[in-house]
């Protein structure tokens, strides 16, 4: 089992920037590949952007050139640097981890955008 802890949301106005961290569990997170989803109310949660074991990193169009996913394997830990931020970025910002055949979830924070 693996528990995933996300923090780092809130409020910032458009052009801000935020950095989400997500605290993993599990003495093998090194082998996670880890992503950040997010849902806006009344829509279908998306990848944001994600990166594998290997630091491999791949991105929603949307967020291209704003945001940066990296890991800390060391502090068992995955960020994303959120900048010049809009308020269509304005959602629940969820973790999760992917080992071997199964995926664990975080229990998201809200980032909000106001403009």
């Known amino acids: 089992q693996v528990q995933l802890v996300e923090s780092g949301g809130g409020l910032v106005q458009a052009g801000g920037s935020l950095r989400l961290s997500c605290a993993a569990s599990g003495r093998t997170f090194s082998s996670y590949g880890m992503g950040w989803f997010r849902q806006a109310p009344g829509k279908e949660r998306e990848l944001v952007a994600a990166?594998?074991?290997?630091?491999?990193?791949n991105y929603a169009d949307s967020v291209k050139g704003r945001f940066t996913i990296s890991r800390d394997n060391a502090k068992n830990t995955v960020y994303l640097q959120m900048n010049s931020l809009k308020p269509e970025d304005t959602a629940v910002y969820y973790c999760?981890?992917?080992?071997?055949?199964?995926?664990?979830w975080g229990q998201g924070t809200q980032v909000t955008v106001s403009s």
């Open positions: 990166i594998t074991s290997g630091g491999s990193t």
């Open positions: 999760r981890a992917r080992y071997s055949a199964y995926y664990y």
